[in-house]
């Protein structure tokens, strides 16, 4: 380096000290290697992908000069209109009625959740999450200096008057400013609300005057029970249409069809999307219109047949998990029963951190998952982890619960 090098650190914003990298995006570099079992990243099996139905698009749009000049063009930063007109009848066959208009496509929901926070947070803000929550929502909001306070559900004494109170006092002229929730199956722990969670919830945002941001990467991966109503659906029912809820609701095709075409999408209140489009268009002016061409062919043709396959898939999986936790599992250890999507929450007894746990089963076992620390936004949960059972064949589930029983035996 020499003399006149720039000394990074004095240079960056203050936000960026908020910044943090993923434990999830750096264990998942694990699966090159062949030998480790992961049940780490929220990964789709790839065998599942539609990959003779995407070659097919790809390949039919390139053969149609106009087509294809038009696909690999700039586009509108709303979203390709046909995609964006499937959306909509989606959501309103979920029971949230609404129109193209109500729709913004984005880079993965992920991008949604920093627009999201980009647009309602101010340093000091509040957001109220569970606990525990996603790790890439915290990570979104983090960059805009926000302050957590926790979400209740159930029995609880807290009243919207006490989360106003504390944030006040937590930061001068501070808010709370929306309430996020992963309400089917979430992202760590498998739960689901139940509808009068939700009811609940819509109630505690309404005395608050604050929005929902609803998070919907799982919802249509049930493999049993009985459904329950988005909350944005809930909220649409009020009113009669989404343009009166106050629920902002994030989806994405990556769980069902495909990640690696990056295509997710909000769905609002028209007021709220229109502020959305001028963030788009500050950020990369639109997603890649020949992916969301190609996504909404996909979309149309095999929607349904696709998420018939996970769901089969995925329900083996997580029972197979279920019952090799139950062989295997020494006493004190507890886990969640979700009734759908691609995790399981274990605790373990009070003495085994979660972080100490993985460098021993990968050193040791060859078997990696999540810490639960970082799914809390005050960094507790060291007694936790989460386990994916979407990648995993049964065989290596059967395999890794057994070899983790013994880690937690021996730590223990």
């Known amino acids: 380096m020499g003399e006149n090098a720039l000394a990074w650190e004095p240079a960056y914003a203050r936000r960026a000290a908020r910044m943090s990298g993923s434990e999830i995006r750096e264990l998942l570099k694990l699966l090159d290697q062949p030998d480790i079992i992961s049940f780490a990243g929220g990964i789709p099996d790839p065998a599942l992908f539609p990959r003779a139905e995407a070659g097919n698009a790809y390949q039919t749009i390139m053969a ?113 400013k929306f309430a996020y929730v992963v309400p089917d199956f979430a992202n760590p722990t498998g739960r689901t609300l139940s509808e009068a969670e939700r009811l609940s919830l819509l109630d505690l945002a309404g005395e608050l005057d604050i929005p929902v941001i609803e998070d919907g990467a799982y919802a249509a991966l049930r493999y049993d029970g009985t459904p329950v109503p988005p909350v944005i659906a809930l909220d649409a029912a ?83 998990m279920r019952a090799a936790l139950q062989r295997h599992m020494p006493e004190g250890v507890t886990w969640t029963n979700p009734e759908g999507g691609i995790f399981l929450w274990l605790t373990l007894p009070g003495s085994c951190d979660g972080a100490a746990l993985l460098k021993a089963a990968i050193a040791k076992e060859r078997i990696a998952f999540v810490p639960g620390r970082a799914f809390f936004a005050d960094g507790t949960g060291a007694n936790t982890i989460r386990l994916s059972f979407s990648l995993a064949s049964p065989e290596k589930i059967d395999t890794g619960m057994a070899r983790l029983a013994e880690l937690i035996r021996n730590y223990s």
């Open 238 to 320: 009020r009113t009669g249409h989404v343009d009166g809820a106050r629920t902002i609701y994030c989806g994405t095709f990556s769980k069902t069809l495909t990640p690696g075409l990056r295509v997710g999408w909000i769905c609002a209140a028209r007021p709220i999307v229109k502020r959305l489009v001028l963030i788009k268009q500050a950020s990369d002016l639109n997603s890649p219109l020949l992916n969301q061409v190609v996504m909404h062919q996909l979309a149309e043709s095999v929607f349904d047949r696709q998420v018939a396959a996970s769901i089969t898939c995925y329900r083996e999986r997580r029972d197979r």
């Open 64 to 176: 149609d000069p106009v087509r294809a000049n038009g696909a690999l063009q700039y586009s509108t930063s709303e979203g390709y209109l046909p995609l964006r007109q499937w959306i909509s009848a989606f959501m309103t066959r979920m029971g949230a009625t609404c129109d193209p208009d109500n729709i913004v496509i984005t880079s993965g929901s992920q991008q949604a959740l920093d627009f999201l926070a980009r647009l309602l947070l101010s340093p000091g803000d509040t957001a109220l999450v569970d606990w525990p929550t996603y790790l890439g929502a915290l990570q979104a909001f983090n960059a805009y200096e926000p302050r957590y306070d926790r979400i209740e559900f159930g029995k609880t004494n807290r009243t919207p008057e006490s989360y106003a109170e504390a944030a006040a006092e937590a930061t001068e002229g501070g808010r709370v």
